[in-house]
């Protein structure tokens, strides 16, 4: 059993950044790729990031690239997301989950991810 405490969401100003960190409890973290969703209201939970159990590979969703950065810190147990450049379409409910399975396929799934954190909530005013 994982489980995973989001926080650092709040209110920011387009343009601004926050950084936002995901903690996991127990010894097993670095068995797990880790990735952070979204949901804004009404709409469906939608992939952001993934980073691989080393932090080799980090894929991202393609309307946040360039300007988000997923990182973890093993000895931490910690995962984070810095997001520089917010724009008011980033403001949704984040989520970090753990992907338990050997490779990083389908991490844009929802479905794929066993442990998910409580979320925290991100606010871009315009």
């Known amino acids: 059993q994982v489980q995973l405490v989001e926080s650092g969401g709040g209110l920011v100003q387009a343009g601004g950044s926050l950084r936002l960190s995901c903690a996991a409890s127990?010894?097993?973290?670095?068995?797990?790729?880790m990735g952070w969703f979204r949901q804004a209201p009404g709409k469906e939970r939608e992939f952001v990031a993934v980073?691989?159990?080393?932090?080799?590979?980090?894929p991202y969703a393609d309307s946040v690239k360039g300007r988000f950065t997923i990182s973890r810190d093993n000895a931490k147990n910690t995962v984070y997301l810095q997001m520089n450049s917010l724009k008011p379409e980033d403001t949704a409910v984040y989520y970090c989950?753990?992907?338990?399975?050997?490779?990083?396929?389908?991490?844009?799934?929802?479905?794929?991810?066993?442990?998910w954190g409580q979320g925290t909530q991100v606010t871009v005013s315009s």
């Open positions: 980073i691989s159990r080393s932090g080799g590979s980090s």
């Open positions: 989950a753990a992907h338990s399975a050997l490779t990083l396929g389908n991490y844009a799934v929802p479905g794929t991810y066993v442990y």
């Open positions: 127990g010894r097993t973290f670095s068995r797990y790729h």
